[in-house]
């Protein structure tokens, strides 16, 4: 996940909770990954990206993900990711990048600064997943076609040099994207259309009644259309034993836009409650320490897939 910010609904529903539900079921070895160098395509402030940072790596930490079954590192600390995205671009054709949907869409919402890192983000990210043979990426929806570009990456290197790397899948989670405050585009921090999840009560509070609700409805009197309403959508995630309750109402015009809005912002401090008092108790020197050794246990697989990948496209070992 790119440091970009505060944790909100669309990185824990979308990603964070599959995470660790995976890595508490015990069937996967499981990667996670500060992804910093990706940060730098949307974020060139070092100011602010370092707190940036400390606050993507706290939140994870607090959200459930635990070093001590995962292994959980930033992607700069392992150096030898970008040589293996240097060496995925040597295989990876024009056209393939050229038509990845992220890249138009950033482009889009950031003109002044298309770069190429942004233009090569989907090599990188290849490069994330199999530089520790990721088998399976556990990622919200809108992510779906870099897997499959990191498929094809792996499929063609393992066809013109050596048989290295698995053809990863996506893993997603059952409410892989939610719509931001707006209603109309996914929850993204750059998109500033986000609810958080560790930010203190107030400010989740006034996130929520920001939150676009059902436009067809004008007046409380009027019936309303909870199927097309982005807060009655996430009183399915928030309230999953008593959501139908709760729409009927909408329906009948017994309950007004701005009253679940209030109660949506209840349920969602109190859901996240258990979250922000860990991350309160987190001290940056500790973040550091976990993202320290996760770093040092990442690289361990790292040099090892390095090393194969050199090997299979004829370069040298490192002479010095």
Not at 62 to 87: H, N, R, T
Not at 114 to 127: I, R, W
Not at 154 to 172: M, Q, T
Request: proline residues 7%; charged residues 25%.
């Amino acid at each position: 996940m790119r440091p970009t910010g505060r944790f909100h609904l669309g990185n824990y529903f979308g990603a964070a909770k599959n995470w660790v539900e995976l890595q508490n079921g015990g069937d996967y070895e499981c990667f996670y990954m500060v992804a910093d160098y990706h940060g730098l395509t949307t974020q060139p402030h070092a100011r602010d990206f370092e707190d940036d940072l400390f606050d993507l790596a706290g939140d994870i930490l607090a959200v459930g993900i635990d070093p001590a079954k995962s292994v959980f590192y930033l992607q700069s600390s392992v150096p030898e990711v970008a040589e293996l995205f240097l060496l995925f671009s040597m295989v990876t054709p024009y056209g393939w990048v050229q038509r990845t949907p992220t890249f138009k869409e950033k482009a889009r919402q950031q003109p002044d600064n298309v770069n190429f890192g942004l233009f090569a983000y989907p090599v990188l990210q290849a490069a994330d997943i199999l530089l520790v043979k990721g088998g399976f990426v556990p990622v919200g929806g809108d992510q779906d076609a870099h897997v499959e570009m990191a498929r094809e990456t792996a499929r063609r290197f393992n066809r013109v040099y050596k048989p290295i790397f698995p053809e990863p899948k996506s893993l997603s989670t059952e409410t892989p994207r939610i719509l931001g405050t707006d209603g109309r585009q996914k929850m993204s921090k750059s998109l500033g259309n986000v609810v958080g999840v560790t930010d203190p009560p107030e400010v989740i509070r006034k996130q929520v009644l920001s939150m676009v609700t059902d436009t067809k409805r004008v007046y409380k009197s009027q019936p309303g259309h909870p199927r097309s309403c982005n807060v009655d959508s996430l009183y399915k995630v928030f309230f999953p034993n008593d959501w139908q309750h709760y729409w009927d109402l909408c329906r009948k015009a017994q309950i007004g836009c701005h009253e679940k809005k209030q109660i949506l912002a209840e349920r969602i401090v109190e859901t996240f409650e258990p979250f922000r008092e860990r991350r309160s108790d987190l001290t940056r020197k500790e973040i550091q320490q976990v993202l320290e050794a996760g770093s040092r246990q990442a690289r361990e697989v790292a040099v090892e897939t390095v090393r194969e990948a050199r090997s299979a496209v004829g370069l040298l070992p490192p002479l010095i």
